[in-house]
């Protein structure tokens, strides 16, 4: 499966869950409680433990941007890490430097930071890296290169506020990856146990 590239606001709606992590896609900032469709309104369905797992992989999938191939790929990573699969699973999702640009302030969405890594206006540790999905080590340096620093979308995401696992230096337009986040400072809307129980059907 490819990455998914139609509206957000839509599949929001479906998945009762805000992939922008702002709530912009619900009207009048409330979610929905029905999915799209003609009959969303009455229609209340019971998922069934794959659903669930399926619902919650297509959650990541769409909030960090993922097709179906690197999604298995960071699950692998996971795997051999020590500790919780789950969380390492999360920790590696939140390293990607796509996620970390976004977590800085650099970028007013996820989206907006992949496009801003695509277009070769972010460095790390001064060198150039294009890659969204490039996994960033702690104690590294994240910067917008001096001539993307007037870029609109870099503009404004500047008042956005920043996590406690980044150090950043708006001013300066760059930031320091100080840590690996702690799950009670990540989206409390995701099972990401569903997500391991879903991939560790169909990923050897």
Do not use: C
């Amino acid at each position: 499966m490819s990455r998914y590239t139609g509206s957000i606001n839509r599949k929001s709606r479906r998945l009762k869950f805000s992939i922008l992590e702002n709530n912009k896609e619900f009207l009048k900032g409330k979610k929905r409680e029905y999915v799209p469709g003609q009959h969303g309104p009455t229609s209340r369905i019971k998922l069934s433990n794959y659903g669930q797992q399926l619902a919650e992989k297509q959650k990541l999938a769409l909030l960090y941007g993922m097709n179906n191939r690197q999604f298995a790929r960071v699950f692998r990573l996971a795997k051999k890490m020590k500790g919780s699969n789950s969380l390492n699973l999360l920790i590696l999702l939140e390293s990607r430097l796509d996620s970390l640009v976004y977590r800085m302030g650099f970028a007013p969405t996820r989206r907006a930071a992949r496009q801003l890594v695509n277009h070769g206006h972010v460095l790390v540790d001064g060198k150039k890296v294009d890659i969204p999905s490039y996994i960033v080590s702690v104690n590294s340096e994240i910067s917008i290169k001096e001539k993307s620093r007037n870029l609109p979308v870099v503009r404004a995401a500047m008042e956005n506020e920043t996590v406690k696992f980044v150090n950043v230096s708006k001013n300066e337009f760059k930031g320091k990856y100080i840590r690996f986040p702690e799950r009670q400072e990540l989206n409390q809307e995701i099972n990401e146990t569903y997500v391991i129980e879903w991939f560790s059907r169909i990923v050897k």
